[in-house]
Every structure is written in structure tokens, then in C-alpha cells.
């Protein structure tokens, strides 16, 4: 079975630090995604990655940067965090770029709460 | 351009009766369809995937999902609701690329 770890279940920061999300994945899969979930607006995309160190933007990523510097890992990083990042974040892999029968694999979820 | 319509954001079942739940998708290309279902405080867990092969498809616990290309649907079901299923799921829809595109979802209520 596919795992997929966030390292923190949940999470409270100040306004304007710098927040590292992790998120690591035991299947060597190619691609690792990472989502924000909110009431009424379900999940959307923040940036996703198809290899070490390649990353492309979703369709919300102002705010948010990434880093993948190992195949497994796969971090989230919010340069100064705001109260309108508190949310829900999923982190997700799968493998192949660019087969699309292939579902990604989620992990538990970081709830992250910006005072 | 993809996108999900789940029909329903609520459904109430009694426990032991069916439980179905309507997804319709819209799609350029031939697409690859996914239920998954994410309990309270978890992570989205796959429950079943359509790939082009047969258009009834089994996932775990029970559920299964029809593929219908003419009416652009992919309705999950189960026979028999339990307990456990009271959950809020998701139908998703990929086409060519990585990129999913999810339903609003919809919760599922279980009543003793």
C-alpha cells in the first residue's frame, strides 16, 4: 500500500512567519501535488511536481512556494503566512507524469491555522 | 476543459438500505473517472477508478460505479449502507494529463 506522510496533523502559526509544510511518500512515485481543501470551494491546486526539482504551479500558488529536493519529499512552503491560509492541506503522489489513469495517493492532511 | 457536477451535496440513508450518489462529468477527451471518499479529519482514500475498460466498476467496501458515456455519468452505489460509509465523497475526472478535477462532494448521513 502507497503511504503518504504529512508530518504535522496540525499546526498554528502567527501571522508572517515562514511555514514549512512536509510531506514524504514510500512508493517512489514521480509525481507529488499539494492541495488546499476549504468549505464551499473543495480542493484545489497549489503546485505539483514530476521530478526532483521540477515544479509547476496550479491554479493557486501566489503566496505558496515548494521545494522538492529528494524523490520522496516534497515541502510546502508559505513565505509569510497570512490569515487567509488557514486551511486544510493535503499533500498527494502518483506515479507517472503523464498517464492519467494513474490516482493520486493522499496523506492524512495538515490542518493549518494562521492567528 | 473537464468538470464534475456531484448532484447531491447531502444524502441520508438508513443503515442497511442503498445509498447512491450522482456524478456527472463533462470531458474534451476520453477521461479517466475516480470516487474517493475522506472521513472526518483524514485524507481523500481511492474507492474505485474507471479506465476505459469495464464500464461497471467494483471498488472496496462494497461500492461500485457505473460508467455511462451517452448520459456523461458515473453514479456510485451500494447495496447496503453501514455505519462506517457516513463519509464525504468525491467523484474526480482526469483527462490526458495529471490534472484532477474534483466534484463539491457529497456527504453522507447514516442513520441507526
Known amino acids: 500500500d502507497v503511504k503518504v506522510t504529512q508530518s504535522s496533523r496540525y499546526l498554528v502559526k502567527r501571522t508572517g512567519e515562514k511555514v514549512f509544510l512536509e510531506c514524504v511518500q514510500d512508493?517512489?512515485?514521480?509525481?507529488m501535488f499539494w492541495y488546499r481543501q476549504d468549505p464551499g470551494l473543495g480542493l484545489r491546486l497549489i503546485y505539483f511536481s514530476y521530478d526532483v526539482k521540477m515544479k509547476e504551479k496550479g491554479d493557486i500558488p501566489e503566496g505558496y512556494s515548494v521545494s522538492r529536493e529528494k524523490k520522496e519529499r516534497f515541502s510546502l512552503i508559505l513565505e509569510s503566512a497570512s490569515t487567509n491560509q488557514t486551511s486544510m492541506y493535503l499533500c498527494?503522489?502518483?506515479?507517472?507524469?503523464?498517464?492519467?489513469?494513474?490516482?493520486?495517493?493522499f496523506g492524512d492532511g495538515t490542518r493549518l491555522s494562521i492567528l | 476543459a473537464q468538470s464534475v457536477t456531484q448532484l447531491d451535496s447531502h444524502v441520508s440513508v438508513s443503515e442497511g438500505t442503498p445509498v447512491l450518489l450522482r456524478c456527472n462529468y463533462s470531458s474534451s477527451y476520453s477521461p479517466s473517472l475516480f470516487w474517493y471518499v475522506q472521513h472526518p479529519n483524514k485524507g481523500l482514500q481511492l474507492l474505485l477508478k474507471y479506465t476505459s475498460a469495464a464500464t461497471l466498476v467494483k471498488g472496496i467496501n462494497g461500492f461500485e460505479a457505473e460508467f455511462k458515456k451517452s448520459e456523461t455519468s458515473f453514479h456510485l452505489t451500494k447495496p447496503s449502507a453501514h455505519m462506517s460509509d457516513a463519509a464525504e465523497y468525491f467523484c474526480v475526472v482526469s483527462e490526458i494529463d495529471y490534472k484532477l478535477s474534483f466534484g463539491a462532494g457529497t456527504t453522507v448521513t447514516v442513520r441507526a
Open positions: 498527494a503522489s502518483s506515479l507517472l507524469a503523464t498517464n492519467s489513469n494513474q490516482p493520486q495517493h
Open positions: 512508493m517512489d512515485h514521480e509525481n
